[in-house]
């Protein structure tokens, strides 16, 4: 099976700033992928898709990149409402990164 | 809107069994694969099941295939999570969550339920 390793498991950063978590697969998963946000106490909620589509209604300082086995989640100009968990998914067999827990510094 | 609400969960010794349902509105529920997703604090997010729009092909990781069991009612805009032979290990939050056209990501998922298998 894909493994998808997330990095890092946990970051702190300022209101303002902009933030990148990365998503390794242990193959080619050929842009496969989508980002999820989970806020406390809240289900995921579906940020990209497609590895760089945003999902309607997802602000535009979430961005998605990457290709082959490495993807990435970029978030412009931190907000408040920013703070939360990020999961990457991999089509296949619908395998998901162990997440990425965003706090304000 | 999209709504997906679960209900079903609760405290069920191990071995014994459990049923899931999920009510969808906003959507045509008829036109949609649809999934269950779990989460615990140390293995994450876990893809459980994921049924076809007809409910006519079902999928299940390996860890449940035999005991537990996907179905949907379209007429009824429900899923259904029949779990079966529970195990400690199948202790979670449980998610329905609609899958997109395409069948390759959780474009909406309901409030979660907790199911705790325990003696």
Partial sequence: DIRMTQSPASLSASLGETVNIECL???DIYSDLAWYQQKPGKSPQLLIYNA???QNGVPSRFSGSGSGTQY???INSLQSEDVATYFCQQYNKYTFGAGTK???? | EVQLVESGG???QPGRSLKLSCAASGFTFSNYGMAWVRQTP????EWVASISTGG???YYRDSVKGRFTISRDNAKNTQYLQMDSLRSEDTATYYCARLDNSGNYFDYWGQGVM???SS
């Fill in chain 2, 115 to 117: 199911v705790t298998v």
């Fill in chain 1, 52 to 54: 760089n589509s945003l």
């Fill in chain 2, 42 to 45: 140390t293995k994450g997010l």
């Fill in chain 2, 56 to 58: 006519g092909n079902t």
């Fill in chain 2, 10 to 12: 609760g405290l069920v």
């Fill in chain 1, 102 to 105: 965003l706090e304000l510094k």
């Fill in chain 1, 25 to 27: 697969a242990s193959e």
């Fill in chain 1, 72 to 74: 990435s989640l970029k």
